[in-house]
């Protein structure tokens, strides 16, 4: 391994590469004067359907003196990073089912019927743009199975499922494994190996560390143990499903798809996922849906046995509290992963944009959007605020005027998008 090694190297075994992360004493991002380096920008989407509990939905205040309400309080460490917006609508998508989510991210007006007819979504457009810059273009992943067939208001249940969009007739397809997410991380052949990826590389790791000041040293420990927990987790999924598909062979019922059935570990490898993907620039966008719209999601760990759409119609209630408190939990252990990964003189989140939404402000209500942004795209976006738009006029309002504005700090100048032809004012 050379002295200096750049921004595209990795540590090679047989069958895999593992990428390194930022690291301040060799050359970085193909630059050889490391002050001059600039760290990528990204962004994720986190996506929780069927909408939120309003009573709980709230802050108020500005940075550290920020106060949050019950469904928010997981992000109480990460104040002085958030934008938490009120007010935001979607203007294409109306009231109701399905419609509401297929464009959460274009804003575009769809098509009923059997036409699917969307537009490509924000997050598309930045893995467009990225595309040469980054090894991936972009993860798509899920947590819950998109479904077919049409919702009674003669959409198409495509849109219900899918948040990301190549095209205006094609959503991205979405990644639902764990292993197999985790896996195109490490040049699809981790799955193959016997032992643990790390096993392939130590000898350069060790030779790395060598090279390297004190303080990488520790950020190479920090980063190779997450990837060992991470692959450790995935594997122990990989286990239980198994397990469970075999029993259920045993037994004569049917067999389960190989998805794993908690939702809580699930969830978090996703998110461990995005976090690694970020921390090596192995892509730069990421989108992952927790729950659909109209969603089936049961939560028996929260105590609850009925699915997720059928709570959200009392969504003032104790129990779908508890599934949006849930949600927003697993998008501040996102956030948080991202917050202690150094990178430069700040973090990874510093460098990001992460986005919680959903179609709904509550069970049929789209006249706004819940939405929080966490992370500052390295200094281009400030951070540490509560901003309320429902009072600004439809116009002042919109969720693509967000996005216009997110997408130019990225390096994409748009006249418009979606319906909005002006960025949001006061981002």
Not at 52 to 79: N, R, T, Y
Not at 142 to 160: L, T, W
Not at 321 to 328: A, L, P, Q, S
């Amino acid at each position: 391994m050379n002295q200096k090694i750049s921004r595209r190297a990795v540590l090679q075994g047989i069958g895999v590469s593992v990428a390194l992360p930022w690291l301040e004493s060799v050359r970085v991002w193909g630059n050889d004067d490391v002050k001059a380096a600039t760290a990528p920008k990204r962004f994720a989407c986190l996506f929780q359907g069927d909408g939120i509990s309003p009573p709980d939905w709230w802050a108020k205040g500005q940075g550290d003196a920020m106060e949050l309400g019950p469904s928010l309080e997981s992000l109480a460490p990460f104040k002085s990073k958030l934008n938490v917006i009120n007010g935001l609508f979607n203007r294409n998508a109306g009231g109701g089912h399905a419609k509401c989510t297929g464009n959460i991210l274009s804003g575009v007006a769809l098509q009923r019927g059997r036409i699917i007819r969307g537009a490509a979504s924000m997050d598309q457009l930045l893995a467009k743009r990225y595309e040469q810059e980054s090894a991936m273009p972009s993860l798509v992943l899920g947590c819950e199975h998109p479904v077919s067939g049409y919702h009674e208001s003669q959409y198409s249940m495509v849109y219900a499922s899918h948040i990301s969009w190549q095209n205006s007739e094609s959503p991205v397809p979405i990644e639902l494994y764990p292993s197999l997410a985790f896996d195109s991380l490490f040049g699809n052949k981790a799955g193959k190996l016997q032992g643990s990826i790390l096993d392939h590389v130590l000898e350069q790791a060790n030779d790395l560390r060598r090279k390297v000041s004190g303080s990488d040293q520790v950020k190479v420990d920090e980063y190779l143990s997450s990837v060992r927990e991470t692959e450790q987790r995935v594997r122990k999924l990989q286990a239980q499903s198994k397990d469970d598909t075999q029993t259920k062979a045993r037994t004569g019922q049917r067999p389960a798809d190989g998805l794993p059935s908690d939702l809580r570990d699930y969830a978090r490898s996703m998110c461990d996922v995005i976090a690694l993907a970020f921390q090596t620039d192995r892509t730069r966008v990421a989108t992952l849906l927790l729950s659909r719209d109209l969603s089936g999601q049961v939560y028996p760990f929260l105590g609850i046995r009925d699915d997720h759409h059928s709570y959200s119609h009392s969504n003032t209630g104790p129990d779908y509290k508890k599934i949006v408190k849930f949600h927003v939990e697993q998008y501040a252990y996102l956030v948080g992963r991202l917050a202690a990964m150094q990178e430069g003189d700040g973090t990874v989140l510093d460098n990001s944009c992460i986005q919680f939404i959903s179609e709904h402000w509550d069970a049929h209500n789209s006249n706004q959007v819940p939405v929080v942004l966490a992370g500052g795209l390295g200094g281009k976006l400030q951070t540490g605020r509560t901003l309320d738009y429902l009072a600004a006029g439809n116009d002042r309002r919109k969720l693509c005027s967000l996005y216009l504005g997110l997408v130019n700090r990225m390096g994409i100048e748009l006249p418009t998008f979606g319906d909005a032809t002006e960025h949001l004012a006061g981002l």
